[in-house]
């Protein structure tokens, strides 16, 4: 969609072919439930403050950590891990799905409703049930509050102060080995009964994590399968993969996994060509260099059998339209959309390819379309605002970010191009006024503030009314950045 800045949105649904009959699954369903452990760390750290930290840590994920801003990839993702919340039971706050930049296998949740995936967890899937197994074992350790318990049981046994488990908790969701350090030295010498309870966790957010997978209509042996599959691969390295630090699997987990699993009846969940396509983006964007993919895909197609393959025309002309071979990719991807014409993978590549050509009037026409049948849907306003800002239409894309903006507050990338409008605009108030939400969404206080003071220095002296509302956003923030500080 952009050449320099990537906005992408999804909004598609998974099924299934077949499920067990309703007496069977009810049964299966009912032998997997557990009582309500959550409110256990109530005392420690309450349900108001998780939801403070959560949206503390939000921010702090874009800032500190490799967040991919791919918003076609953030709603494969929110779509497939909402389908798992709503089949969760004790979930307290809305959650939010993240995918990390980063070449080991690993996920992990924190406060607030935040699970983060890896990459390479993504493109280790073999099945989407696969993944959503991961999926769901982290919804799991967010309903019951497996962080706050922790930080209740250290509590009991030496005397830490939550701010420090804390911090080192999210050192080692983020490199689970630095983690490992911090957290032994926060806990001064009680580093056994920290990991006794970790694995604790872990067996519970396997049971949970499995009735989640099932009730969502996933085949529960993609849980078996990746993580046991996980489990062989490190019986042959020195070098355990990074999930397994952060997600302890001795061989009792191992057995416990499949005795849970071996005797279900099977479960034909319809694979989604949407997961087929998230891995093949993530791979050509995030893995190799492009001409890799460009070899691969070429060879692949040059195959027997295998020259219709919509998958692998896509990864082509995806890793064409990356190498900037515009010309070459759009007869692809035009074969892909009479296919599937409202594939938003397809309407998405598209778009980046007719940007490239200069094809400025005709992808207009077409995204204008599609917005008609689809009005709200996120992919197709991004890419339409920022095809008006490269077809210098940058006012009637100011007033499309406005309305989505209005909905959806903290969309970085949507900051990013109204920013990017106002530039073009020449209206500078405007423009430090977008940057400054852009560094408040990073929880970069002072540059905000800054920011806002030159867009202030920038009003015509009759404006009072932008004035006013500069200053309190200046004051909004500093109470936010205080709020912060106390906690």
Known sequence: MFNKLKCFALAAAVGISAMPSSTSYASISNNHKLPNLGTVAAGSLTIEKEKVLGQVIRRQLRATSPVISDPLLDQYLNDLGNRLVSKAADVRYPFDFYMIKNPQINAFATFGGVVAIHTRTLLEAKTESELASVIGHEIAHVTQRHIARTIEENERNAPLTIASLL??????????????AAITTAQAGSQQMALNYNRQNEKEADRIGLRILMDSGFDPKGARDFFVRLAEQSRYSSKL???????PLPDSRVSDIRARIDGLPPVYAKESIYFNLAQIRTAVFYTQV???????????????????????KYGLALALMKEEKYAE??????QLLELDANNLFY????TDI?????QYTSILELLSGKLELMPKNQVLLLNYANALLTANQAQKAVEILKDFIILHPEH?????LMAQAYKQLENRSMYHQAQAELYALVLAYPKAIDELHTAFNYIERQSETEKRRISARIKQLREEQESIKRL
Do not use: F
């Not at 990719?329 to 035009?334: R, T």
């Not at 007719?354 to 200069?358: E, R, V, Y």
């Open 241 to 247: 993969p990074a999930m397994l630090y952060s997600h």
């Open 167 to 180: 911090g080192a908790i999210l050192i080692a969701m983020a490199d689970p080995s630095a983690g490992a």
């Open 290 to 312: 492009p001409s890799y993919h460009v070899e691969y895909y070429q060879t692949q197609l040059n195959g027997m059998m295998q020259a219709n393959n919509p998958l692998l």
């Open 412 to 416: 970085y990338l949507a900051w990013q």
């Open 329 to 334: 990719a759009e007869p692809l991807i035009n």
């Open 354 to 358: 007719a940007l490239g050509l200069k």
């Open 347 to 350: 309407l998405d590549l598209k």
